[in-house]
């Protein structure tokens, strides 16, 4: 009979063990899985973060009275990379185009102005009142 305990005692202490190490082994494994979720989390609120703020960005920098090109087409490639919204990006993109239009037909003025050709002062504001 006290074989038999002794018997029963070390089957009970061997499963035990195995126990604790499959726990642990289990418990190892958990940790590193929420780990791994962890990280993909922060780096997707991350990304959320980045977004947000170069859409604050582009949007800030489209309510100004005076808008810089550059600033204005680096603000548009950072949107378009951060997955800014669609509208908010167009938008930008438009006032981007339309600002280089600006550029453009100023530039041509002021050359026509410093030439003095009266014909290519008309021809540009025609152009101008045209579209």
């Known amino acids: 009979?006290?074989?038999?305990?002794?018997?029963d005692?070390?089957?009970?202490?061997?499963?035990?063990?195995?126990?604790?190490v499959q726990v642990a082994s289990d418990r190892?494994?958990?940790k590193e899985g929420l780990s791994e979720t962890i990280?993909?989390?922060?780096k997707y609120r991350e990304k959320i973060i980045?977004?947000?703020?170069k859409m604050r960005l582009l949007t800030d920098l489209l309510a100004?009275?005076?808008?810089d090109l550059n600033q204005l087409q680096v603000a548009v490639d950072?949107?378009?990379?951060?997955?800014?919204?669609?509208e908010v990006i167009?938008?930008?993109q438009k006032q981007l185009t339309w600002l280089r239009y600006c550029k453009e037909v100023e530039g041509q003025l002021a050359q026509a102005v410093q030439e003095k050709v009266k014909e290519n002062i008309l021809a540009i504001i025609e152009r101008i009142e045209k579209e």
């Open 1 to 7: 009979m006290l074989a038999e305990r002794e018997a």
């Open 9 to 20: 005692k070390e089957t009970r202490e061997t499963f035990k063990k195995q126990a604790m």
């Open 28 to 30: 190892t494994a958990y």
């Open 39 to 42: 990280d993909a989390r922060n």
């Open 50 to 53: 980045t977004r947000n703020e």
């Open 64 to 67: 100004q009275d005076k808008i």
């Open 78 to 86: 950072a949107a378009i990379e951060n997955q800014v919204k669609k």
């Open 90 to 92: 167009e938008r930008g």
